[in-house]
Nanobody, 124 residues
Framework: VQLQASGGGLVQAGGSLRLSCVGS????????VGWFRQAPGKEREFVAA????????YYADFVRGRFTISRDNAQNTVYLQMNSLKPEDTAVYYC??????????????????WGQGTLVTVSS
């Protein structure tokens, strides 16, 4: 499985961005997908996750109400809509998928394939 994340950029505080994660292979639509982020000097942290049919969706407390994860399985794409962005949201955002089966959605080590990351910079 290969993942390609895109959509990052520079935005002012209060603005919006939509990240995309395109997965290869027909089986990608059957796997859960998570978004994580890593700011300079900080550890990678969980942002949001969705199971394959979007019936189980999870958010970190610090993005709930501002970010929305969604997926279009016909397009093998998972999105992260980010609204009301804050300077502290500045980070490299990664999408990842779990092909193993058992899924602890907020634990990075539970994901076995990762995209390359896309940089989001929020200016004040």
């Amino acid at each position: 499985v290969q993942l390609q994340a895109s959509g990052g950029g520079l935005v002012q505080a209060g603005g919006s961005l939509r990240l995309s994660c395109v997965g290869s292979g027909r089986m990608f639509r059957a796997y859960p997908v998570g978004w994580f982020r890593q700011a300079p000097g900080k550890e990678r942290e969980f942002v949001a996750a969705s199971n394959w049919r979007s019936s189980q969706i999870y958010y970190a407390d610090f993005v709930r109400g501002r970010f929305t994860i969604s997926r279009d399985n016909a397009q093998n794409t998972v999105y992260l809509q980010m609204n009301s962005l804050k300077p502290e949201d500045t980070a490299v955002y990664y999408c990842a998928t779990n092909t193993i089966g058992f899924w602890q959605y907020n634990t990075a080590s539970e994901y076995d394939y990762w995209g390359q990351g896309t940089l989001v910079t929020v200016s004040s």
